[in-house]
Structures are given as structure tokens and as C-alpha cells.
Nanobody, 122 residues
Framework: QVQLVESGGGLVQAGGSLRLSCAASGRTFSSYTMGWFLQAPGKEREFVARITWSGCSKYYADSVKGRFTISRDNAKKTVFLQMNRLKPEDTAVYYC???????????????WGQGTQVTVSS
């Protein structure tokens, strides 16, 4: 069992940066692939980035490639999403998730946080 709590969201101007954190509880955090997803108002939840348990493999959605960076600290049971050069279209609730499979599919993630709001003003 893994519990996830996101933090770090907020209001930022376009071009600015935010760093999201996701703190996990549970002894097996280091065994999981961790992912970040977003859900904009009226839209379906979609993949943003994922990182394998070792941190050696990372994958990003095309829309954030080159602007967002995912990382993890297994000792602190935390995964991060550094978001740079933010755009108004990045506005959404951001969720972290944990899963066994190394995939972008939402259905493959077993545990989800409650989400943190990111709002980018133009």
C-alpha cells in the first residue's frame, strides 16, 4: 500500500516555474514507477511524465518535453516535477501516481494522490 500527497502547486505567470513534490508513505516506494498526470477542466486526465524505480529511465509527453523534468529521491520517498517556461495551457490539477508497469497508461497506476492545482496566468 502506498499513500501519495502532492504539494507545490500555485499561481504563476506564463514563463515562470514551479516545482511539484509528491511524498509517499509505504515501504515499497522504491519498487514503483512514478508518474505525473494532469487534468484540465472539462478534460480527461492525461499523462505528463514518468520515471522508473531506479530513476534511470524517464519519459515525457511531447507537450512538456524540454520544459518539465521528473526526478525522484527514493531515500526521501519523494518524486518531483520541475516545471519551467510554464504556459497558460499547462493550467490543470496535477496528480502523482505509483504503478508497477513502466507505462503512460492511467489504468496501469495503482495508487494516486489527491492532486495539486497549477494555474498559469497569461
Amino acid at each position: 500500500q502506498v499513500q501519495l500527497v502532492e504539494s507545490g502547486g500555485g499561481l504563476v505567470q506564463a514563463g515562470g516555474s514551479l516545482r511539484l513534490s509528491c511524498a509517499a508513505s509505504g515501504r515499497t516506494f522504491s519498487s514503483y514507477t512514478m508518474g505525473w498526470f494532469l487534468q484540465a477542466p472539462g478534460k480527461e486526465r492525461e499523462f505528463v511524465a514518468r520515471i522508473t524505480w531506479s530513476g534511470c529511465s524517464k519519459y515525457y509527453a511531447d507537450s512538456v518535453k524540454g520544459r518539465f523534468t521528473i526526478s525522484r529521491d527514493n531515500a526521501k520517498k519523494t518524486v518531483f516535477l520541475q516545471m519551467n517556461r510554464l504556459k497558460p495551457e499547462d493550467t490543470a490539477v496535477y496528480y502523482c501516481a505509483a504503478g508497477i508497469d513502466n507505462t503512460q497508461r492511467l489504468s496501469s497506476y495503482d495508487y494516486w494522490g489527491q492532486g495539486t492545482q497549477v494555474t498559469v496566468s497569461s
